[in-house]
């Protein structure tokens, strides 16, 4: 009676295992299979031509016929190369217009219209404001640097004729044909391009503080800046890594507003490594020097992404272990 009932027992598993459903499929592969479109798409887009573009550099060129291989003759010869210098040299700069300004002052924007604006004239005011401070990120670039070339021209530009009106006639300037300020002039418009997206950052960043922070300092008589130096800043950090990285790439990378208002002159005084390897490339047809530039350029772009994305992480993992 015994071994019946064991016997049963063990039939009555089988049958229930037989006639279960289908078996999930594992999470692990269903993200697999909605990654290889992208994957995919990435290798073709971004890694082929920068193994094709990496090839060309290792060869003496011209656009047309057979290339003729050269080894590190290019990376020699840029190394020693007064013109690529200064161009990194002036995205330097770039980097100070497009990174270091915005973001300072977009965190100070954005907790101004977070913590003032917002609770003293309301969240749609805040808002209005903010939409106000990116719309220079949503122009085509082409648009916003010929409507900059109007308004720094030197002859009847609005920024010349509004000096005059006020008395300043003296400070006109040929702001982007004078070596020594076109530089200055395209960063300044460069801040203005660039500052919006720090300010939306920060402010979508500032949503996650805890408002008790802000109260509880309050209570204790801290005021604004305090508020902003000791609270603020520490809360939204990894933002932070997130502005400055995002921010730095895209000042190295900078291509439409030199060749919109400049196109790297007065004699080179605005010419940056993106521009520089465009010139290189098209205009003076040394492809595989072209080639050079830009695979030196997308090498120092791709080791200061990871480096920021190294800090963010860190920052991420130090939060995570105060609130543990």
Known sequence: MTVTVERGARAAGKSKRTHAGPRRPRTRDSYALFLLPG????????????LMNTGVSFTDWQGVGSPKWAGPANYRELAHDSEFWASFRHSLFMVVA??????????VLAAALFDYIGKHFGSRVAAVLRACFYLPQVLPIAVAGIVWS?????????????????GLGSWQQDWLGDPDIALYSVMGVMVWVQIGFPLVVFMAGLQRVDPQL?????????GWWRRFWHITLPQIRPETYVVLTWCTIAAL????????????????????PSY??????????????????????TVIILALSLFGLRLQTRAEDAEEGVRA
């Open 276 to 297: 520089f390897s465009f010139s290189t490339f098209f205009e003076k047809t040394q492809v595989g020097y072209g080639a050079a530039i830009s695979t030196v350029l």
């Open 39 to 50: 994957t995919l798409a990435f290798l073709a887009v971004v890694v082929l031509p920068f």
């Open 98 to 107: 497009m990174a270091a300004v915005p973001t300072a002052l977009g965190l």
């Open 150 to 166: 109007w308004i720094l021209a030197p002859d009847n530009g609005s920024l010349n004729e509004l000096l005059k009106a006020v």
């Open 214 to 222: 802000y109260e509880a300092a309050e209570l204790d008589g801290a």
């Open 253 to 272: 990378k900078v291509f439409g507003a030199v060749y919109v208002l400049t196109k790297g002159g007065p004699g080179g005084a605005t010419d940056v």
